[in-house]
């Protein structure tokens, strides 16, 4: 119940104080600096620059600093009641609890909402991609790393779900058949 509050209460009554912003600012500050100093995420962004040309999901989640710095509080507002509605939010709960008190709780917090009509952003289409791409960084770092990836199905294509998880059995993690092999 605490945790529900906590969140049905930020995601519909955020004030964004000007103090805190210039806090969590100078935290994404860091965070970017960190991003830049890691090699992992240099591989990712890089691998996400050049596998696509239009698509929003070449740039980085956090975004870049030049940008980032030019945002005003006022268009940190703006965003959250353009894209924090109840037409954007999914409430996932999983763990040791019974569906209807959730759904009562849930209820209760959230059910007297404002409706809004929630930006929905219109993604382009990628272009067909007709020759391999390469990227290469070179850091001070002693280890190499190499990433390949394809083009594939749409988000919202029927067998997303099924390649996501034979994506992470053959090569997701430590116990995935590709490390094993390797």
Sequence with gaps: DRALSILADEMQNATFPEAEVKTQQGIIHNEMNMGEDDPDRVLWRTFYETAFRVHPVR?????????FDRLTREDI?????SHYTPGNTVLAVAGDVHAEDVFAAAQKLLGGWERRSPVTPTLPDEPRQIAPRRAVVEKDVQLAQAMLGWHTIPLQ???LY????LAQVLGGGESSRLVQAL
């Excluded at 740039?59 to 940008?67: A, K, L």
């Excluded at 507002?77 to 009641?81: D, K």
């Excluded at 099924?162 to 998880?165: M, R, S």
């Design 157 to 159: 294509h029927p067998d």
């Design 162 to 165: 099924a390649l996501d998880v």
């Design 59 to 67: 740039y980085p989640v956090i975004g870049y600093r030049e940008i």
């Design 77 to 81: 507002v703006n965003y959250y009641h």
